[in-house]
């Protein structure tokens, strides 16, 4: 079974619609986090979570909420999507060390498509 | 921002040594460089870190010049399966909530048979 899970795992949706995309792990990690992938670009943070309750803002939090009520699960809310919100999200988890290390786990994305 | 730059893409012959560079320019001391790689969709997969220090894994090496501004990626026998876009990434921020990554645009590596 997959560490990081993500549902669903394609999504279409039309303009107005809210929307909210879940994450689960199993890897026991306190840290997670979402991001959000555009044809070509490289990953851009949305939000990211260190702790239960614990929320910070990214790169590109506008037009996005989350949750984080349980260590296992982070998830995102877009309260009223729009088209430019089509995108490639991912979700990855991460656990506190005090060294350098701080290799992320991702899911395997999800797919959303906003009409 | 990203604060690094990659070729867009890069070739490969199968069982050659791919070597992919990157340039960090503005990286500061206690930035550390990330490599991950991402196979069609996938969620992105991990490869190596390092500091200032040179690193080898089982997956791959980080050779990173004395003055940090760049760094290579070296696969030592590139398979077809090592074919994906190539992350270099800086992670920068202090311990606690600062500490992120920032990826750049990557570069696509093609290994022919």
């Known amino acids: 079974d997959a560490d990081v899970t993500q549902t669903p795992r394609n999504r279409i949706t039309k303009t107005g619609k809210r929307i909210m995309l879940e994450c689960s792990q199993t890897?026991?990690?306190?840290?997670m986090y979402w991001y959000r992938q555009d044809p070509g670009l490289g990953l851009r943070l949305i939000y990211y979570?260190?702790?239960?309750?614990?929320?910070n803002k990214g790169e590109i939090s506008d037009g996005y909420s989350v949750s984080r009520q349980a260590q296992a699960k982070f998830s995102l809310s877009l309260e009223s999507a729009i088209p430019n919100q089509t995108a490639l999200y991912f979700c990855?988890?991460?656990?506190?060390?005090?060294?350098?290390?701080?290799?992320?786990?991702f899911g395997p994305g999800t797919r959303l498509t906003v009409l | 921002d990203a604060k690094t730059t990659q070729p867009p893409s890069m070739d490969c012959a199968e069982g050659r040594a791919a070597n992919l560079p990157c340039n960090h320019s503005?990286?500061?001391?206690?930035?550390?460089v990330y490599w991950y790689r991402q196979i069609h969709s996938q969620g992105p997969q991990y490869i190596i870190h390092?500091?200032?220090?040179?690193e080898t894994n089982e997956m791959a090496s980080l050779i990173i010049t004395e003055d940090r501004k760049s760094s290579t990626l070296i696969l030592p026998h590139a398979t077809l399966r090592d074919t994906a876009v190539y992350y270099c990434?800086?992670?920068?921020?202090?311990?606690?909530?600062?500490?992120?990554?920032?990826w750049g645009l990557g570069t696509s590596l093609a290994v022919n048979p």
């Open positions: 990434i800086v992670r920068v921020g202090n311990a606690g909530n600062n500490r992120k990554l920032i």
């Open positions: 890897k026991g990690h306190d840290r």
């Open positions: 979570s260190f702790d239960v309750k614990d929320i």
């Open positions: 503005t990286i500061s001391g206690n930035e550390y």
């Open positions: 990855a988890t991460t656990h506190r060390t005090s060294g350098g290390s701080n290799e992320q786990f």
């Open positions: 390092g500091l200032k220090n040179n």
